[in-house]
């Protein structure tokens, strides 16, 4: 069945699909659906719209995402949901009590998960696991970085997968195989980063790494980033290139999860739709995404879409299979955790 399906990762315009997205989804059949802050104005609205695209593309369980990490890259927002810290915020707490800022993260993650799969929602692209360089872009190291201990920055991540599996969501780790020496943000320019391979080996490449070999490696997703990597390959972004894909994404790191590229939209990739879609399959993606673009170039991006790959499709259903496996038996007090969060990080910010 999945044979039908083209992979990329789209949205839509409103919180409800118009009657040409209607038509799209159902003719073109993406094989994800991504949700923005426009997309989302109450908890009813969201299973609607989650409802409807299912329903067009004829697929129950397609994977529908969204960006909520917490702090400033949040889609869902007060008064409707609740909000949670950044990053950053677990970080601190990690950092005076190893223990409880990772319990704290786990919590954090789980109540979260809670909120998104009540609605449907069974993807989040979090957790970021980047470990920053000291000049890294404020868009990245600003708030959304646990440590700039890659050990750190592994187990914090370990920790957010775990609570959002529980919850019974797949998380996305990112920016792989590593953004945090980007000097600019890849929405707006094309990052560089001419450090050696051996440096990136023990720093940016190691938590994601520990990710891929733990028990958990065909549970979560990752999404590829925007940056070129001039050791590897210096011609193109790690989202277009076979080589950073093959010898260290799927090579050195072993990741053999679900390959996301970052949005093709963004302006750190040149070139027309057509020419971004078709780099990003070569560079052997299972998945490309666009977001934030006209009714237009989505029709556009999903005519030159391929179908799924064999190899796509099994990590797909090796994914779904996971998450279904490991949501966490039982009826936690959602309260009583929140309360408990709420403590440990009122803790640390008096102490």
Known sequence: MLTEFKAIVVDATGTELTKDEEQLFRAEKPAGFILFKRNCVSKKQVKQLIASVRECVGWTDLPVLIDQEGGTVARLKEPEWHEYPAAKVFGELARHSEPEGLEATRINSYLMALDLIEMGITVNCAPVVDVPAPDCHQFLAGSRTYSEDPKMVGLMGEAVCRGLLDGGVTPVIKHIPGHGRAKVDSHHMLPRTD?????????????????????????????????????????????????VVDTVIRGEIGFNGVLLADDISMKALGGTLESKVKATMAAGMDLTMLCNASFDDRKTALSFTPKLTAKAIERLEAAEGERKARVKKGNDNRKELQHKLEQMIQKRSNG
């Open 195 to 243: 450090a050696e391979l051996s440096e990136l080996s023990k720093t940016d490449f190691k938590p994601f790494k520990y990710l891929a070999q733990s028990d958990m490696k065909t549970a979560v997703w990752a999404m590829a980033a925007h940056v070129v990597f001039s050791h590897i390959d210096p011609d193109s972004a790690a989202t277009i290139s076979r080589r």
